[in-house]
């Protein structure tokens, strides 16, 4: 007897529009933009050059620079940023089944870069297992995570004309 699959997130795949390509990249990116923030935490951005303690008018619009202000507050938000998207990804990674995180795991949030190859024969499953293990757990993520990028429905008509022209 053949399981039902009760996975609510992949019957989102099925019935939306979504650039299935186009989400796995966005899921990509954040995994690895996590990763870094995981390994080496947040690295700051500094003033190339402290700014005067003189107001500077610009033209007319007597506009204050504030450079040093500027860049504090965008590593304060940057960093509170970051924290948040790490918070989201291990509450969606709570969504995966254990096989599920150790692929996802393994693929992109180690220390060490290890080929799928490699993480196939240690996990004791096949390549396509494997590689169809990664694929859902990436629909999941993207779901959880609000990642999905749907097709537009431009394209759609472009391509649904690009058709009917061709036969």
Not at 21 to 27: L, N
Not at 73 to 95: F, H, Q
């Amino acid at each position: 007897m053949a399981r039902r699959n009760t996975n609510i997130y992949l019957t989102v795949f099925e019935n939306l529009p979504i650039n299935q390509t186009a989400t796995r990249v966005a899921v990509e990116q954040r995994l690895e933009e996590i990763r870094h923030y995981r390994q080496i935490g947040f690295i700051r951005r500094e003033a190339g050059i402290t700014a005067s303690y003189e107001p500077r008018y610009h033209g007319n619009t007597n506009l204050v620079s504030k450079p040093s202000e500027h860049l504090a507050i965008s590593n304060v938000d940057r960093e509170a940023e970051l924290i948040r998207k790490s918070e989201l990804l291990d509450k969606a990674m709570c969504s995966l089944s254990a096989v599920q995180r150790e692929v996802i795991e393994r693929s992109y949030l180690a220390r060490e870069d290890e080929y799928d190859f490699i993480s196939c024969g240690e996990m004791g499953i096949s390549d396509r297992t494997y590689r169809r293990i990664k694929a859902s757990a990436l629909r999941i993520l993207a779901v959880a995570m609000k990642l999905e990028v749907f097709e537009d429905e431009e394209s759609e008509r472009v391509r649904e004309y690009a058709k009917c022209s061709n036969t």
